[in-house]
């Protein structure tokens, strides 16, 4: 499976904004999927992440409440909902996919290009 990022963009604090990443392939269902995103100067880390069928998911402390991560098998799509966007959410955002235990972010072999989100003040 590859991966195709897209969604992105320039948001006030508080305002919201929507990632999608879309999967070639006819195995996407068998995958978990993750969001990970790396500020300058940090190291990279798993925001959000879905098991493979949709029915569990994770969300780190930091975006809790705030984020929102689904998937469409029909179409083969991820999506992130990110609301009440804060500065601190500024970072390169990525979709990536695994085979293994989705929660484990040393799993993720497969990897989309990253789609900038910056949050102004």
């Known amino acids: 499976v590859q991966l195709q990022a897209s969604g992105g963009g320039l948001v006030q604090t508080g305002g919201s904004l929507r990632l999608s990443c879309e999967a070639s392939g006819r195995t996407f269902s068998r995958y978990g999927l993750g969001w990970f995103r790396q500020a300058p100067g940090k190291e990279h880390e798993l925001v959000v992440a879905i098991n493979w069928s949709g029915d569990s998911t994770y969300y780190a402390d930091s975006v809790k409440g705030r984020f929102t991560i689904s998937r469409d098998n029909a179409k083969n799509t991820v999506y992130l909902q990110m609301n009440s966007l804060k500065p601190e959410d500024t970072a390169v955002y990525y979709c990536?996919?695994?085979?293994?235990?989705?929660?484990?972010?040393?799993?993720?072999?497969?990897w989309g290009q990253g789609t900038q989100v910056t949050v102004s003040s």
């Open positions: 990536a996919a695994t085979l293994l235990y989705y929660r484990n972010p040393d799993r993720y072999d497969i």
